[in-house]
């Protein structure tokens, strides 16, 4: 199947710097990844849509200038918490969809293993 | 009110019973219906997918929706130990072109116990 990785794994940064998370398709090209961001026992809630080759699009509330979104290549899009705080701690999860024809239908997206940032 | 709602649990239940998990929604131009399993620290994976109403069936898990009542669900028949995990449900409306955004339910919490 298809494979999503993502790096660090975990990531513990002192509030002020900021941290790139990588979000890396395998084994398929995606022209679409979706960064998600999950607080302890809550949902997935969608942060932005990136697309390859052009500006992502960002939920309500989620301030563009803080996480900053590149999807320069088909299977690579990174996010960058900008000036991190303490509030910023969560579970950022990533996901892809396949784009390869006659494979991966329209709704399938696959999920990378999360990466957990820590803002001390 | 959440466009997508289900009980957090956590729900405990015997190896061997049939486990029902559920969600409601509000919008009702929801098309596409999914299942994810969340182990702990990792990724969702997705389980079961159903485009509009009525059941799907793979191996021991049942996935029903009932666009009627907004309420979509899922069972686990023979539940094992291996399937205690968080179980989310997503949904998405049909999108002209692009992915479709998944919103996902808050996740019940299910243990099976030995």
């Known amino acids: 199947g298809a494979v999503v990785s993502q790096h660090p794994s975990r990531v513990i940064c002192k509030s002020g710097t900021s941290v790139k998370i990588e979000c890396r398709s395998l084994?398929?090209?995606?022209?679409?990844m979706f960064w998600y961001r999950q607080f302890p026992k809550q949902s997935l809630m969608l942060m932005a849509t990136?697309?390859?080759?052009?500006?992502?699009?960002?939920e309500q509330g989620v301030e563009k200038d803080k996480f900053l979104i590149n999807h320069a290549s088909l299977t690579l899009s990174t996010l960058t918490v900008t000036s991190a705080h303490p509030e910023d701690s969560s579970f950022y999860i990533c996901?892809?969809?396949?784009?390869?024809?006659?494979?991966?239908?329209?709704?399938?997206?696959?999920f990378g293993p999360g990466t957990r940032l820590t803002v001390t | 009110q959440k466009e997508v709602e289900q009980d957090p649990g956590p729900l405990s239940v015997p190896e061997g019973a049939i486990v029902s998990l559920n969600c409601t929604y509000s919008?009702?131009?929801?098309?596409?219906f999914m299942w994810y399993r969340q182990y702990s620290r990792k990724g969702p994976e997705l389980l079961m997918y159903?485009?509009?109403?009525g059941n799907k069936e793979d191996g021991r898990f049942t996935a029903q929706v009932d666009k009627s009542s907004k309420y979509i669900s899922l069972f686990i028949r023979d539940s094992q130990p291996s399937d205690s995990a968080t179980y989310l449900c997503?949904?998405?409306?049909?999108?002209?072109?692009?992915?479709?955004?998944?919103?996902f339910g808050q996740g019940t919490r299910l243990t099976i116990n030995p």
């Open positions: 996901s892809a969809r396949d784009i390869t024809p006659g494979k991966g239908a329209s709704y399938e997206q696959y």
């Open positions: 084994d398929f090209q995606a022209t679409t």
């Open positions: 990136s697309n390859e080759g052009s500006k992502a699009t960002y």
């Open positions: 919008n009702s131009a929801f098309q596409y």
């Open positions: 159903t485009y509009s109403s």
């Open positions: 997503a949904m998405s409306e049909i999108l002209i072109q692009g992915a479709q955004k998944l919103v």
